[in-house]
């Protein structure tokens, strides 16, 4: 089997997450591709030789210029903080590099636009993938697969929210706080995986915002490390609204400081045939009311999606309603991204720059809207 090298920049969250997947997708599910984990960048090189380690990686860097060159490299992984994403996926690209993106695209549209201009112009030589792994929740593939074979008929409404309750006055000034790193706040950080898994379930682009508020509750932070305070000055909480192409309406809410929602992202999506909704915090599990059903008995239906032979990805694991967690997203994404960097299919729909892009277009239409007071037509943002 041919090895794929992977180098990993980045080494602390998403580092470990994606260690984590890169280190076990071959033991769990058969392909066509081997992750090598080559080397992992970071710039606290003082951590890098335990991380290293620990993980599996064969090397250890503190500068990613030279790594995205490196002649070993086949994919460049980059889960660094959002400010960091477009310069070293322009220059993986450009030496002919596969690169894998987290979320956000990128702090900014015109980065986001830039990285989405070079992955067309390297497409023959190199693909790009960015993890919205919510998608790969056996449960939300499940849901997307339902929606595209007409289970729900016209989509009418979708209605989500992500949730979170750790971004009070107390936590300090770490870069997600701080826009010239982060971009934005809850919206890019929360909203960016709702308004992708929208799209993703309905197959359908939002062609106009017609109303946001941003909000930013918590304007001084405790910069780590010291007893001053620096200004936060990225968004707490965005609410808007939206419609798609082929006529449903949207809602979408982010918010850090949701006291009681610990990781709370959830979607609900209501059909002519019926609706279907999901929640992270019970991941396992899917919700569908049939609207055909015989009114009596009619309701939601608690559907585990942990049986090997019906859905996506489980069969790879364990037996079936021995249920996955967090991880598994990043694992099964990972699975994803061997097949098709060999020719092969996806389980489910994998986003590209392209893809991600459209993400940010909505999420900067959110907050022209926000800031402007008006309703924004996708068309304007280009
Ligand atoms: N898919 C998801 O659900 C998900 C969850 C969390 C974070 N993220 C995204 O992942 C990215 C990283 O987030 P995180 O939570 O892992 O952040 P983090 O702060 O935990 O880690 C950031 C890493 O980047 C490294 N880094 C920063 N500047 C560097 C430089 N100049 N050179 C080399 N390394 C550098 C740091 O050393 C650290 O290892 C962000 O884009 C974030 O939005 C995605």
């Known amino acids: 089997m041919t090895n794929l090298a992977i180098a990993l920049l980045g ?31 970071g710039r606290d090189v003082s951590e890098l030789a335990a991380f290293a380690k620990r993980w599996g990686w064969q090397r250890f860097a503190a500068d990613w210029r030279a790594v995205v060159r490196d002649d070993a490299v086949g994919l460049v992984d980059i889960v660094t903080p959002n ?31 830039a990285m989405r201009d070079a992955a067309k112009k ?31 008929g016209r989509i009418y409404h979708v209605r989500a929210h992500y949730l979170q309750e750790w971004g009070g006055p107390d936590t300090p000034l770490l870069w ?13 950080d929360l909203n960016a995986h709702i308004v992708d898994m929208a799209r993703f ?15 930013t509750f918590v304007t001084e932070r405790v910069i780590p490390g010291s007893t001053k305070t ?26 850090r400081v949701a006291f009681g929602h610990q990781n709370d992202n959830s979607i609900e999506v209501n059909g002519e045939k019926g609706s279907l909704r999901f929640s992270f915090e019970d991941m396992n599990v899917l919700q569908y009311a049939d609207a055909t059903a015989p009114r009596a008995t009619s309701g939601w239906t608690r559907i585990m999606a942990t049986e090997g032979a019906h859905h996506p990805y489980v069969k790879a694991w364990w037996p079936s309603a021995h249920v996955l967690g967090y991880e598994h997203g990043f694992v099964n994404m990972a699975a994803d991204i061997l097949r098709v960097l060999a020719g092969q299919e996806p389980e489910a729909p994998l ?25 924004i037509k996708l068309a304007q943002v280009k």
């Open 230 to 255: 620096g200004k936060s000055d990225v968004d707490d909480a965005v609410l808007f609204l939206a419609s798609f192409k082929n006529g449903a309406v949207a809602s979408f809410e982010a918010s």
């Open 351 to 375: 986003p590209d720059f392209d893809d991600a892009y459209q993400t940010q277009r909505v999420l900067e239409a959110a907050l022209l809207s926000a800031k402007e007071r008006t309703a």
């Open 176 to 188: 997600r706080f701080q826009k010239k790193i982060a971009g934005s706040g809850a919206h890019g």
């Open 201 to 215: 379930l309905l197959g359908d682009e939002i062609v106009e915002v017609h109303g946001a508020v941003a909000r």
């Open 83 to 113: 400010d960091l994403h477009a310069e070293p996926a322009l220059a993986a690209l450009e030496a002919g590099k596969h690169v894998a993106c987290e979320k956000p695209l990128a702090g900014t549209l015109d980065q986001a636009r």
């Open 122 to 152: 390297h497409a023959k030589k190199a693909k790009t993938f960015v993890w919205f792994n919510y998608r790969r929740c056996p449960a939300v593939a499940l849901a997307q697969r339902l929606i595209a074979s007409g289970k729900l």
């Open 11 to 41: 080494q602390k969250f998403m580092g470990r997450a994606h260690s984590n997947a890169w280190g076990q997708v071959n033991k769990f599910f058969d392909l066509p591709l081997k992750a090598a984990l080559d080397v992992v960048v």
